[in-house]
């Protein structure tokens, strides 16, 4: 993985059609991964992408590096099983709302809470999409949907809680309209050592449409978004005037030269800071109240999975009297027959 | 040693050990077997236990048993009813006595024939008197109190007295059969290195136990040899069929030059493959504990995609979790060995007890046409040989291969003639070539596997997956004629791996009046029973497969030489089943049974010998 090679996103496409919707937010994140892919300058045969299934786990067949389809919820599972095998690859898993937190919820809260190093996106649609428009786990309370026809009566998922509730290390959040974001987002998803959860919003333009658009819209984006990077003033706002502060243990919204507060009560972030309250608080922000917050949210160094397993076998070969198989099969108590 | 006690040599002995569950009784059970294995007999063991860890205590439910077959000739099975019964209370008499030969000998715990446990177990009064009436040899062994004498020096801790008595009656049973103690003191003296005062209680009760049969008249005047079995010469040790079988995928990927990986997930009577794979980290094993059955089998395939020889191991209701990433194996075309030690079903079933009915689970199970190649165990020790073999042809023909083993083999020890990796076959992995354009779905024209792409090289990136793939190139393709032609490409792949299987044989007489047809653990029962009725002068023959999907070339050939043809299975009868649609000429009788056991030798004879 040191090797660092020139390469331009149109190398990482394949030569597949892709056939998502026109106008689906898959596209952009495709977009923005290549991009990025190209921009890491891995050699492109170290890295795997894998997925589960629906809409977005077509992904694989429309990048030209080495790819796996699973089956549907596994794709945590199989990137694990790859990861562990050969860690010097580099592994993405794209995967979906219902595909990450439905069927394979298990799969994803246990792969963070080993902190492998897999690379995954969850396209966060809201709803399932290839089998045409049922709620998913992260479909709003009260969501009418085909299986929902008067509205859900569970809560949904959110993501970034059920990543930090895993003991997550990474989490980032991004949206399918600003790819330049996301492509920044993905190319430290894929630097961090350790599980990258990085949510993408995108949008289903068939059965979801518009879930979003309080926060995508051009018009209000910037008013209702705050990117954060991790060292920088926690501000937003179409004109950098509002910002988060932190009293009475909540976050707070005010606005920079009102009420006697200025940029010096604004908080800074800090993405590496390992207890999760405040990335917690962060994470959970949503319209009316709050920014939703984009960007990297959450990036805490920690051992990974794969090395720690690496690291263990080489401990015990270095002391080990039984270094192959004739060993093992001679070894403990055995007779002899003339 | 009591040199002037008299001595007879016997052919063969069996001995159960049976207490509670907490009594220890599988450990007295492998010492006493591995004792009598290093001392050169022929061993056969049968653990027998609940799946509680510490069931109501007293109880019959509770009961755990272990049996020994020893002898100085062949021995095939652990034996349907034993010579010595040592019952360390009366619910293990009552769930013992009727495995107890007439004649035989019960060694009870008599101080735990109290009021309570008498009622514990269901007796109303004390049923001594009555076994001793009938044909029992009753020794009544004060075997707690003397265990706390023996130990008084050191402790008088009841929980330490409870935990050693069991060595009281092993130290017993060893002057009875003329057991050497040194292989068990050495024992304790590793397993206690860090606690000599209990290294030295277990020595002292051990000494004790054996000392004090010998003031037992009825085993003095009765002590029994039995002399060293005639091995084949060689180097043996005893082995059990889970350690088998990870040792046999451990000398596969050795073979092959691969690392190798399992995903797998506890269940009982499985679990045991894990735990010995974890222990090898010295021989570079990678072992995923996963969250689920499912991970378990996904990790694999991960793996076997990134180029390891990849397993998973389970039992049947985990392999009915995995079905769906079988048929991804399938798909995908990944080299991955399944191992299902199968138990007593369905559902949770009997997780400790025996059973073969997950066979058309293995050969069926999945959606689709979604063939794999399917083996079978027959004893503890081949277990090793065919692990080896699973992963040999998972690796040379590009497929899934499910194992299948049982509780009975996986718990189950015998001697084990040493192999040395030099005399096991090659292992040829079917690699691209590294030059060549790579096509993922181009095959190797002879056998029909694709070939292996591992991730890391340059120009053969690729994607598998679920969906169906076109023919040659691999991109997805819901061409009609396409999927006539994978299916076709999938089916015939396995079914050519019947040229690379060895031709069935038959044990005993090659033609004659009844074969006797069986697969995977029933092996030595079967084998035992035809022995038997071969020697009443009867024309038997036994076929026995361990060769499920696909079948050995011969089987028509050998099925019509026998006018009769029986199939004997620890199920409903899924190979008759099978082999009714394999090969439809022929009648197929039926011997079935369901009770979570083995079959008995005996019980098999006496329905055989019916059909003659």
Known sequence: METKIKYTPADFKSDQEVRWCPGCGDHAILNA???????????????????????????????????????????????????????????????????????????????????????????????????????????????????????????????????????????ARTIDVMVNLSSEIFEQAAQFQGTSI???????????????????????????????????????????????????????????????????????????????????????????????????????????????????????????KIRCMNDLLTSGNTWTIK | MAEKSKVIEKEAIVIRFSGDSGDGMQLTGTQFSDTSALFGNDVSTFPDYPAEIRAPQGTVGGVSGFQVHIGSTDVTTPGDFCDVLVAMNPAALKANIRWVKPGGTIIVNIDSFNEKNLAKAGYTSNPLPDYQ??????????????????????????????????????????FMFHRPLDYTLSFFEKKFSKQPDVAKANKLVLEAGYHYAETIEAIANKRVVVAPAKLEPGTYRNINGNTATAWGLIAAAEKAQLPLFLGSYPITPATEILMELAARKDLGVKTFQAEDEIAGICTAIGAAYAGSLAATSTSGPGLSLKSEAMGLAVMTELPLVVINVQRGGPSTGLPTKTEQSDLLQALFGRNGECPMVVIAASTPSN???????????????????????????????????????????????????KDAQYQPYARNSEWLYRYWALPGTPGHEHRVGGLEKMDVTGTVSYVPENHQVMCNYRDEKVARVQKVIPLQTVEGDQSGDLLVVGWGGTYGHLSHAVKNLRKAGNKVGHCHFNYINPLPANVEEIFSKFKKIVVCELNFGQLANYLRMKHQKFEYLQYNKLMGLPFTANELEEHLKNLI
Request: with cysteine; aromatic share 8%; hydrophobic share 40%.
């Open chain 1, 33 to 171: 991964m290549v991009k990025s892919m190209a921009n890491i300058g891995i050699p492109k045969e170290n890295v795997v992408v894998v997925s589960g299934i629906g809409c977005s786990s077509r992904f694989p067949y429309y990048v030209s590096t080495y790819g796996f389809h699973g089956i549907h919820g596994r794709a945590s599972a199989i990137a694990s099983g790859i990861k562990t095998a050969n860690p010097n690859l580099c592994v993405w898993q794209i995967t979906g709302d219902g595909d990450a937190l439905a069927i394979g919820g298990n799969h994803f809260i246990h792969a963070i809470r080993r902190n492998i190093d897999l690379n995954i996106i969850v396209f966060n649609n809201e709803i399932y999409g290839l089998t045409k428009g049922q709620y998913s786990p992260t479909s709003k309370i009260g969501s009418i949907t085909k299986t929902s026809p008067f509205g859900t009566v569970e809560p949904p998922f959110r993501i970034g809680e059920l990543v930090i509730g895993a003991q997550g290390h990474f989490f």
């Open chain 2, 133 to 174: 009436k009938g044909d029992f040899n009753i020794i009544e062994a004060p075997i707690t109190t003397l265990t706390q004498e023996a130990m008084k020096e050191i402790t008088n801790d009841n929980k330490t007295v409870l935990r050693t008595r069991n060595m009281f009656a092993l130290g017993m049973t060893y």
């Open chain 2, 383 to 433: 277990c090793f040989t065919y692990s080896y073999m699973a992963a040999k042809i998972a690796l040379e023909h590009m497929t899934p291969v499910i194992l299948l083993t049982d509780g009975f083999l996986a718990n189950g020890t015998e001697p084990w003639k040493i192999p040395t990796m030099e005399s096991l076959p090659e292992i040829t992995p079917r690699y691209a070539p």
């Open chain 1, 198 to 320: 990085v949510e993408a919003l995108v949008n289903c333009v068939i059965f979801n449409d518009g879930a979003h658009d309080v926060y995508s819209d051009k018009e209000y984006r910037d008013d209702r978004v705050i990117i954060l990077r991790h060292g920088e003033k926690m501000v937003f706002g179409k004109n950098h005037d509002k910002g988060l502060v932190l009293e009475d243990l909540k976050l707070k919204v005010v606005t920079i030269g009102k009420d006697g507060y200025t940029l010096d009560d604004i908080l800074v972030h800090n993405a590496q800071e390992e207890n999760p309250g405040i990335h917690l608080m962060l994470a959970n922000m949503s319209y009316p109240d709050f920014p939703l917050a984009l960007g990297v949210i959450r990036a805490v160094k920690a051992p990974t999975y794969e090395r720690l397993v690496e690291q263990q076998i080489a401990d015990v070969k270095s002391s080990a």
